[in-house]
Structures are given as structure tokens and as C-alpha cells.
């Protein structure tokens, strides 16, 4: 095999594919949608983020502006945790205008995640948003396939391919040289991407960890130049074994249409059925009774909790909760707080579970196809994926529970012990300048290291494709003929 040759095939694909204007018009068309998905993806991560953080700034303000009061009911005041949006979430939306950015946080109750933008849309959502990433992953692929169908399988039909071989060319040299240059024409498509989202993170204003970002950016760019060239291959590939141009076309189309649309939604339908979740409301319902059947700590009548008082009235050596050294409510909220939250972390964790074993499925079937391999690589890399949304869950769970139980802290110590409950009269109140004590909330992304532990699967498929495409190629030049 000798390289000069390489070089050349892929010099004359380039040539005879820039002599023709529909490569012009399709650059074009695509360089515009870039354009748009670029302006539209960074609007709205400058936007959004803007809109959450004043949001956040004034559920602060109003968590400090509240006078003097009982912290019971600064518990049920309650505040808002807001979720920011990444750097790298203007490449790809991911799930992230699905799954809602804003919870309330207050005592004795875990919300949902609310204020998805699918919950404000007309239902053209669904259809998905263009975005720098799905332009990578879906109409790039078209064009090169578009580029590339014809590519081998024309010269069959023509003669010249005979031609070729008669005077010393070597099929190795053939597929390689012209999938290279397939490869080259992807690279001319997909570089304006990559330099508008380069730019981007190096002139944002957003503070930002570098290595993380960086590094995500990275991968990023390497997961979707090994995608690219898989398609290359591919392209190729079909061409040199199609009897004709339009089987070649036809066949690239309906593996288009298999790994893009048919196997992902069969794959998501399966473990929907498979492993199916509970409603919302039944979810609700079973932690409510597992925290009725444990105890309810605002009934003073309730078993579990008169067993508790006994107890701790022994262990004090007192006859009444109004000979304690602290304010026996604050105690039974405390209390009552950390059942209710282990018992819906519980019911949670199952939940999650379950969406785990929905997406495994989906994570399986990515071995198989490059395509729903770089979706998840792309996702989990701009930090827009599941996984991140849960992270946002917990954080947001973990401030609340932390508020909650600092309002049960502070009923405890300050509040009289001769007032079990209630909140009325300036005895019974709280100074504000401890509401400004307590931290708000901050969110935090997941490190880089998260996203090789949720995509490693991912990643060893495009690097499994990656080394098939070029055996696949050696072993294709000694079976493929010229007719």
C-alpha cells in the first residue's frame, strides 16, 4: 500500500466533489443553520441563567426580609433552589428542557423539579430543538452520505474503477485514500462548530472551572471527529459493495433512518415496558403512607412519637417536655424530619432505579450504534444528561433537609421549653439576624470524571467502530470486486 496513492484518491474525491455546485449550496445551508443553532444556543445559556440567578438572588431577599419569628414557620417559608445551565449546554440542550430547572424547598415535603420549558411549549418540542449537536448528529450525517453514496459505486458503473485497478491501484489505497477525503469534506462542515463553541467558552464571562470545561470540550471534540469518521467509512464502505449508486443511497438512508429513529425509540419503548415507573401521584401516595405508618410528628397522639417522648423524658430523669433543657417540639421536628426524609430518599432512590435500568437498556444498545453512541457521549460530556438533572435533585434535597433541620436547631435553643408549640408572642420568636446565618444555595455541577463513569459504554462503542472501520476496510479490500 503505498501512500502517495492514499494522498491522491483522496485529493481527486475532493476535487471532483468541490467541482460540483451542490456542495457550495449545501455548506452553505448548513453553515446558516449553524449560525442559527450557534446565536440561539448562546442566547438562551446567557438568558436563562441570567432569568435563574436574579430568581435565586430574590428568594434570598426574601428568605432575609422576614422579621422576627417562630422557626417552625420560617421552615414552611421555605426557599428555592435554581438550577444553572453549563457552558457547554448552548453545544447541546440534552434533556435539559424537559426536566425543569427550579424546586421549592420547605419542611416536611420534597417537591418536584418544575418549570421545564416542554411544560411551556406548544408541543413542537417534542420534534426536538436545533441545536450545534444535533446538527452534528443528524443532518451532518445525511450530507455525507449524500456526498458519499456514489462515490465508489458510480466508478463501478462507469468502467473507471476497472480502470483503476488494471493500472496498479490497490483497493486498500482506493477505500482509504477516499474515505480520508470524505473525512477532510466532514471536518470543512463541522469546523465553524467547533470554533464558535471555542470561542465561546474562551470569551465567556461565566466563571468556570478550566480544566473541567476545557476538558469536557475536549472530548467532546474528540468523540464527534471519531464519529465523523466512522460515517466516512460507512459511506465508503456501502458504496463499495452496492451493484449500484441508488442501492448505495438507499441503503445509507435506511441505516440512517434504523440508527437514528427506529432503534432508539424501540430501545426507549422496551424499557418503558419493561421496567415501568409509577405515576406521580402514586409515587406520592406510597411515601405518604410509609410516613403515616412510621409516625406523624404533628399529632400529638400519634404512638410512635408518645414512645419517643417517654424515652427521652427517661433519659433526662424529668416527668414533663417542659422540664427539658431544650424545646421538646424542635425535638419532635427534628425527628419527624429525619424519618420522612430517609423514608422518600428510599422511595426516591427506587425511582431512580428504575430510570436507571430504562437507560442501561438504551446504553446497551449504543455498542451497536454509533449514532446513539455519540447522543449519549454529547449529552454527558455538555452536562446536560440525566445524570445530571439528578445531581441537581440531590443537592436541592440536601439544602432543604440542612434548612429544615437548622429551623428544628434553632426551635430547640431558643425557643421557651415551657412552649411545646406555637409561635405567638415575642417570647416564642426567633431573631432575624439568623435567617441571614444560613447559607443559600449554590448550585454545582458534576466533575469531569462523572461523565467517563455514565458514558464509558459510549466511548468504548465509537472506539470499538472506530478500530472495525479500519479492519473493515483491510478486509474489505480483499473481497470487494470491481463489478
Known amino acids: ?75 414552611h417559608f421555605g426557599s428555592f433552589a435554581f438550577r444553572l445551565k453549563q457552558p457547554l449546554s ?10 425543569g430547572n427550579a424546586i421549592f424547598l420547605e419542611a416536611h415535603r420534597q417537591n418536584s423539579v418544575n418549570f421545564s420549558d416542554a411544560g411551556f411549549s406548544t408541543g413542537t418540542l417534542r420534534f426536538g430543538e436545533l441545536s450545534m449537536a444535533m446538527l452534528l448528529q443528524l443532518v451532518l450525517p445525511l450530507i455525507l452520505f449524500f456526498l458519499g453514496f456514489s462515490t465508489i459505486a458510480s466508478e463501478k458503473e462507469n468502467g473507471t474503477l476497472k480502470i483503476l485497478l488494471s493500472q496498479g491501484a490497490g483497493w486498500k ?37 478550566p480544566y473541567d470545561t476545557w476538558g469536557r470540550f ?15 467509512v460507512m459511506s465508503i464502505t456501502v458504496s463499495a459493495t452496492a451493484r449500484s449508486s441508488k442501492n448505495a443511497l438507499l441503503t ?17 419503548a ?9 405515576s406521580k401521584l402514586s409515587f406520592q401516595s406510597a411515601v405518604e403512607r410509609d410516613v403515616i405508618k ?106 432543604r433537609y440542612q434548612l429544615a433541620q437548622e429551623m428544628n436547631t434553632l426551635q430547640m435553643d431558643y425557643i421557651s421549653t415551657k412552649k411545646i408549640s406555637g409561635s405567638e408572642g415575642k417570647q416564642h420568636v426567633v431573631g432575624h439576624e439568623h435567617w441571614e446565618e444560613f447559607p443559600d444555595f449554590n448550585h454545582r455541577a458534576l466533575p469531569l470524571q462523572s461523565a467517563f463513569q455514565s458514558t464509558y459504554l459510549a466511548l468504548l462503542s465509537l472506539l470499538g467502530w472506530g478500530v472495525f472501520s479500519i479492519l473493515g476496510l483491510g478486509y474489505l479490500s480483499k473481497k470487494a470486486k470491481a463489478i
Open 252 to 268: 445509507l438512508l435506511g441505516i440512517w433512518l434504523l440508527m437514528v429513529v427506529l432503534v432508539p425509540k424501540t430501545a426507549q
Open 173 to 209: 489505497e482506493i477505500l482509504l485514500g477516499k474515505s480520508l477525503g470524505l473525512f477532510a469534506l466532514a471536518l470543512l462542515f463541522c469546523t465553524p462548530i467547533a470554533l464558535i463553541t471555542l470561542f465561546f467558552l474562551f470569551f465567556s464571562e461565566t466563571p468556570m472551572d
Open 90 to 99: 448552548m453545544f447541546d440542550y440534552g434533556i435539559e428542557s424537559f426536566t
Open 218 to 232: 475536549l472530548w467532546l471534540l474528540g468523540g464527534y471527529l471519531l464519529f465523523l469518521w466512522i460515517l466516512s
Open 294 to 399: 412510621k409516625g406523624d410528628s404533628h399529632d400529638p397522639n400519634d404512638p410512635y412519637f408518645n414512645k419517643l417522648k417517654d424515652s427521652v423524658l427517661a433519659v433526662h430523669k424529668v416527668d414533663s417536655v417542659t422540664q427539658l433543657p431544650f424545646n421538646y417540639g424542635g425535638f419532635v421536628m427534628r425527628e419527624g424530619e429525619k424519618t420522612s426524609a430517609n423514608l422518600y430518599g428510599k422511595h426516591h432512590d427506587s425511582l431512580l432505579h428504575i430510570y436507571e435500568k430504562q437507560n442501561d437498556l438504551s446504553h446497551y444498545v449504543s455498542v451497536l450504534n454509533p449514532f446513539l453512541a455519540i447522543k449519549t457521549l454529547s449529552m454527558a460530556f455538555a452536562g446536560t444528561d440525566f445524570k445530571g438533572y439528578v445531581d441537581f435533585q440531590r443537592q436541592a434535597e440536601t439544602y
Open 1 to 75: 500500500m503505498k501512500k502517495i496513492n492514499i494522498g491522491l484518491f483522496g485529493r481527486y474525491f475532493l476535487k471532483n466533489v468541490m467541482q460540483t455546485k451542490v456542495v457550495y449550496v449545501l455548506w452553505g445551508i448548513f453553515t446558516l443553520l449553524t449560525v442559527y443553532a450557534a446565536v440561539s444556543g448562546i442566547h438562551n445559556y446567557e438568558e436563562q441563567n441570567t432569568i435563574r440567578k436574579e430568581h435565586q438572588r430574590k428568594a434570598r431577599q426574601s428568605w432575609e426580609a422576614n422579621p422576627d419569628k417562630h422557626p417552625h414557620r420560617m421552615a
Open 270 to 278: 422496551i424499557g418503558n415496558a419493561v421496567y415501568p415507573t409509577p
